[in-house]
């Protein structure tokens, strides 16, 4: 059965870091691609980054990138969001999600298993 369980979330203030964790099991982790997304209240989930399984390639949402990194562990089954400059706007419900298919990783529908989530509240 695979997990993902995503933890590092909290509140912290505009201009403040985070970084999420999200352990995965049950999965050849080094296999997948990783992403992390994001849903705000009333709003559609969207895509934060995603990072390739071997040679660990990242392509960040137009949002985000600059100031989140995202970062993966193989050994641990683990993959990281470092979030650095956070805004008001960063607030969100965080999930990864894990992916075997090809393509860019950007688009949810490309991910076969997804975290519960994690609270990243941004105060202004």
């Known amino acids: 059965q695979v997990q993902l369980v995503e933890s590092g979330g909290g509140l912290v203030q505009a201009g403040g870091s985070l970084r999420l964790s999200c352990a995965a099991s049950g999965l050849t982790f080094s296999n997948y691609r990783m992403g992390w997304f994001r849903q705000a209240p009333g709003k559609e989930r969207e895509f934060v980054g995603t990072?390739?399984?071997?040679?660990?390639?990242?392509w960040y949402a137009d949002s985000v990138r600059g100031r989140f990194t995202i970062s993966r562990d193989d050994a641990k089954n683990t993959v990281y969001l470092q979030m650095s400059s956070l805004k008001p706007e960063d607030t969100a419900v965080y999930y990864c999600a894990a992916s075997y298919s090809a393509g860019l990783g950007r688009s949810g529908s490309s991910y076969a298993y997804w975290g519960q989530g994690t609270q990243v509240t941004v105060s202004s």
């Open positions: 990072i390739r399984w071997s040679e660990s390639s990242t």
